[in-house]
C-alpha cells in the first residue's frame, strides 16, 4: 500500500486542503492521482533513508542508549505547555523564553537549571493556565 492509499496520505492532503470547499469528496481521487504522480512514495523513502544514514553515521560518534533524547523530550514539552496547545507562535515565542531562563540560569547557577525552567513554567500557568498563546476553549472551562 503507498502512502497515498493510506489514511496517512488522506490526512496529508486534508491538511492542505480546504475541508469545507464544495466538491472536495468528488475531486479526492484525482488530488491523490496528482500527488502519487509527483512521488510522494519515493520522496519519504528517500528522506527515512537520508535520515537513518545519518543516524547509522553518528551512532559511533555520539553513543546510543534506550534513554536519548528524555532530556529533550522533557524541555519540548515544557515548551509546549508554556506557549499553548495548538499555538505556533506561542511554542516560538516560549522555546526562545525557555532558553534565554535556561542559559542564565546555567550561568548563575547551574544546579538549578532544570528547577528553573519548570518554576517557569508553573509561574506562566498560574498567570495563564492555556499558555502565553493559548486559545479559550469553552466546552473545557
Known amino acids: 500500500m ?3 492509499d493510506s489514511p496517512q496520505g488522506v490526512s496529508l492532503v486534508d491538511s492542505h486542503c480546504h475541508l469545507d470547499s464544495p466538491g472536495l469528496v468528488e475531486r479526492l481521487p ?3 492521482a496528482r500527488a502519487k504522480a509527483a512521488g510522494i512514495d519515493r520522496m519519504v ?4 533513508g537520508l535520515a537513518a544514514l545519518a543516524g547509522t553515521m553518528m551512532a559511533p560518534v555520539t553513543g546510543v ?3 536519548m533524547g528524555a532530556e529533550i ?3 519540548a514539552f515544557v515548551v509546549v505547555v508554556i506557549g499553548g496547545l495548538g499555538s505556533f507562535w506561542g511554542v516560538v515565542l516560549a522555546a526562545l523564553i525557555v532558553g534565554v531562563v535556561r542559559g542564565l540560569t546555567a ?3 547551574p544546579p538549578a537549571t ?3 525552567v519548570y518554576a517557569l513554567m508553573v509561574l506562566v500557568l498560574l498567570l495563564r493556565p492555556r499558555g502565553l498563546f493559548g486559545e479559550h476553549i469553552a466546552r473545557f472551562e
Open 114 to 116: 532544570e528547577a528553573a
Open 2 to 4: 503507498s502512502l497515498v
Open 45 to 48: 523513502t528517500i528522506a527515512v
Open 107 to 109: 550561568y548563575a547557577y
Open 73 to 75: 523530550l522533557t524541555f
Open 30 to 32: 484525482e488530488v491523490l
Open 65 to 67: 542508549q534506550p534513554a
